[in-house]
């Protein structure tokens, strides 16, 4: 390691590490523009100049372009080197404007800090500025040339991080304009990083222009829920109102970037309908009114026929909480998951994930070989999508067996298998991975599993080639990741995935598993769930047996594929409790309503993601009805309250436990919340430790070798008739908390089916032709849209809010020829 001074201060570095990332790390904070953590070094601003006195050619040189030396000498505070940054600072601001006062960037603008800091108060330059023309960019980034300094952070980040071309530089010298080619919406589902890495304010955030400054806005440490990934995020409030997330970093998991779906998909903390006071048959009461109303309900019903479902949403304080509500109270251990074979992939994705196979996304950005089944990272969990990319920038290769025309920002291998085929496709992987001169470096364990794989025969030979070409690199391979979906793969796939992962294991230490679920807190969910529960929710309503059932920041209404059959079931309960605090069509339907505040508010709160890292969330403000929406917008009204309006929302755990009080009858608070305990007793490495900044993985060591490791023998596939109706995620429109944000809609593609243009001509269809879609319980009107790089076979329709998609008996869903019609339009 060299060793090296910088300003009378020693220090010893990493080979490699640029001096100004070894100031960074005595404190020394040196001037910057261009230079991020990130994004690396580029020397275009020339504001990181340093005096170098010994160890380096003596002069003026910049920081971030030259690597610590062992000898070296720096000098950051030498009048030569003060002088030329000051010379540097004067240079940006000749053509800069004077807008501080309306820039949504002032008192956040790293070049007002770098002014001020450089001793630059007078302007000497008294001619015409450059001017540029400002370009709209779509509704989340607000675009203003006249302020940009040529840093190249946009460009850099845009295309060459982040793998989009729409966005760059056009032409050359002062008058270098950052932008696209014409106005029009970025293409980049990560666009809104620009917002962040820029230091001045050409890109802002359009939702929260003009909404406050950042020394206006409460602000804390927080978490996205939009995927089950856990990205960091910073959020920040202002007169009861959430305003704006930001990147947080945490490079264990997202690193200094989030996706547009995490970034604005926040707005249902503000929704007007939200529920904010308790409802009893529909109509607003007081909150006492509300818990006594509830527990007397429930007092006067058997234990045995109460039935309490959570949610992947719910914090994990909110679900133990609610487990040992059940547990005192006598009532069945509550469910987390309504669509059955939801709940087993997820718990069999829980069970078989150890610390020997987890592996974070930073750990993921330097694996050599990734191989994703059934996943659509860009739709279903975008940032996996920027971690796989900068996988493949260090030269990592990616193949992708998923049905969906999958789209990335790098190249890759899509082999565009039905769920059917994509099992089989994975075991030829295995077999080419593991030829017969590397199976005596096996374990006798994992040497049994490889024997019992299957031959399988895939017919087309040029097809059966890539796979052979994919299995031979996945072979040669030394830190290959197994990623696995579980959304459109069938239940015994994620027991492959990790069967997969075990065995690469076996044969290099570098080899992992990375799951992506359902929801922000799946896998806690998951962890909670009991293993034996043979009857889903649906057919235990539909026994008639449950006389009171308790939703906790669930609504089945936006999942369950099958309305009709939903909304028979519950018409078979008597009583319906709903906690939430979304207006959604359980809170609709519900006899009290009983309003529970987001992870923004009031108290902090814990999720688990799917690699199993626990972090925690800090409340950024109070709660209550935001002012715009109480003052209409005007000054708000001039009177003081002892309370504040729309307060009454509490975190789930302390309405359970209130609950428990007024059904048990016992005066004394009751302690619901624990689970730090629970997770104590699982691994004692854990007691404590969930306060760490940056997480603790809450997974076991070792899955004991019972745990359900199992190849599936090959079978004959099943003959089906006609498409299979593959319902899926997309970035915005389809994921439950964004699609109530009303700056994420702006973003919503319209919906379209999607088919193979094989299928359409057989079918004669075209693309754009409007198409009715027969379904079990009625049809849906879609436009459709062909893809050649999807699976024949099989249809995809997005499950998005304005698509009238839940109208399915029973699925995987077949849709004869008959079943799709062109809808011919009127002359």
């Not at 009858?665 to 691994?683: H, S, T, V």
Request: hydrophobic content about 40%; some cysteine.
């Amino acid at each position: 390691m060299p060793s090296l001074i910088i300003d009378e201060r020693e220090i010893a570095v990493p080979e490699g590490t640029k001096v100004i990332a070894a100031a960074e790390r005595l404190g020394i904070m040196i001037p910057r523009f261009c230079y991020h953590k990130a994004l690396g070094s580029v020397g275009a601003c020339r504001l990181c100049a340093v005096k170098f006195i010994e160890g380096h050619r003596k002069g003026i040189d910049m920081s971030c372009m030259v690597a610590a030396k062992d000898g070296m000498v720096v000098s950051t505070t030498h009048p030569e080197a003060v002088a030329f940054r000051k010379f540097i600072i004067e240079c940006l601001m000749l053509n800069h404007p004077h807008d501080c006062p309306v820039c949504d960037e002032g008192g956040q603008c790293l070049l007002q800090d770098e002014t001020v800091s450089g001793g630059h108060g007078r302007r000497r330059y008294l001619d015409k500025k450059r001017t540029y023309e400002d370009q709209d960019l779509g509704p989340f980034v607000q675009h203003e040339m006249n302020r940009c300094i040529h840093c190249f952070r946009c460009r850099r980040f845009y295309q060459d991080f982040a793998g989009y071309r729409d966005l760059g530089v056009m032409q050359i010298g002062h008058r270098e304009y950052f932008g696209r080619f014409e106005d029009g919406p970025l293409e980049s589902p990560f666009s809104g990083n620009l917002i962040d890495v820029c230091p001045t304010g050409v890109y802002t955030d359009k939702p929260s222009k003009f909404k406050g400054r950042r020394w206006n806005f409460e602000r804390g440490p927080s978490l996205c829920l939009n995927c089950s990934l856990g990205c960091a995020v910073t959020a920040s409030a202002r007169y009861r109102e959430m305003v704006r997330l930001e990147a947080r970093c945490n490079e264990a998991v997202n690193n200094h970037f989030i996706c547009d779906r995490g970034r604005f998909g926040f707005d249902y903390a503000n929704h007007v309908d939200r529920p904010r006071t308790a409802r009893v048959d529909q109509k607003p009461v007081a909150w006492r009114v509300g818990i006594e109303t509830a527990a007397r309900r429930l007092k006067g019903i058997d234990p045995a026929k109460v039935l309490s479902v959570g949610s992947e949403r719910c914090s994990l304080e909110a679900q133990w909480s609610l487990k040992q509500l059940c547990r005192n109270l006598g009532w069945p251990d509550p469910r987390f998951f309504v669509e059955p074979e939801i709940k087993k992939k997820v718990k069999t994705a829980v069970d078989l994930l150890d610390k020997t196979l987890a592996i974070s996304m930073g750990e993921l950005e330097n694996s050599d070989f990734i191989l994703a089944l059934g996943v659509d990272p860009i739709n279903e969990a975008p940032m996996l999508a920027l971690a796989m990319r900068q996988a493949q920038r260090k030269g990592a290769e990616i193949a992708v067996l998923d049905p969906r025309p999958v789209s990335l920002p790098f190249v890759f291998a899509h082999l565009a298998v039905t769920p059917d085929h994509m099992d089989l496709c994975a075991q030829v992987l295995v077999q080419k991975a593991f030829a017969p001169r590397s199976a005596g470096k096996l374990s006798d364990e994992a040497a049994h599993v490889f024997a019992s794989l299957p031959n399988t025969y895939i017919p087309s030979p040029d097809f059966q080639e890539r796979l052979n070409d994919l299995g031979r690199q996945l072979g040669e391979s030394l830190k290959p990741v197994v990623v696995c979906g579980t959304d459109t793969v069938r239940p015994h796939t994620p027991v492959m995935a990790a069967v997969m992962a075990r065995l690469l294991h076996e044969k290099v230490d570098g080899a992992r598993l990375f799951y992506v679920l359902p929801g922000p807190n799946a896998f806690g969910a998951g962890m909670l769930t009991l293993p034996e529960e043979p009857e889903s929710v649906l057919e235990i309503l539909e026994s008639g047996t449950i006389e009171a059932l308790i939703l906790v920041e669930q609504d089945p209404f936006w999942s369950y594929p099958d309305r009709e059959r939903l909304e028979q079931a519950l018409m078979k309960v008597d009583f319906l409790l709903v906690l939430d605090y979304l207006p959604s069509v359980a809170v609709e339907k519900a006899q009290v309503v009983l309003p529970t505040c987001t992870h923004f508010e009031r108290s902090s709160a814990s999720f688990i993601n799917q690699e199993g890292r626990l972090q925690k969330t800090s409340p950024v403000h109070r709660g209550g009805t935001p002012i715009s929406q109480v003052s209409g917008g005007k000054h708000p009204p001039r009177t003081f309250l002892d309370h504040i309006p729309g307060g009454d929302a509490k975190a789930v755990h302390e309405v359970l436990e209130e609950l428990y009080g007024a059904v048990s009858g016992k005066k004394e608070k009751a302690q619901l919340n624990g689970f730090e305990d629970w997770l104590a007793e699982k691994d004692a490495n854990l007691k404590g430790l969930s306060h760490q900044a940056d997480g603790i993985r809450v997974v076991p060591e070792m899955v004991p070798e019972d745990a359900g490791f199992s190849w599936k023998k090959s079978e004959p596939l099943p003959q089906r008739k006609g498409l299979e109706l593959l319902l899926t995620h997309w970035i915005f429109g389809t994921e439950e908390l964004s699609a109530y944000s009303r700056p994420a809609r702006k973003g919503e593609p319209v919906p379209k089916l999607m088919m193979h243009p094989e299928d359409a001509r057989r079918l004669k269809l075209a693309d754009r032709d409007r198409v009715a879609l027969s379904l079990d319980r009625g049809e849906v009107v879609v436009e459709l849209e062909t893809a050649s790089n999807m699976a024949r076979g099989v249809i995809i329709l997005p499950r998005h809010r304005t698509v009238e998609w839940r109208k399915l008996k029973q699925w995987p869903a077949m849709v004869s020829d008959e079943g799709i019609r062109k809808i011919e339009e009127p002359k």
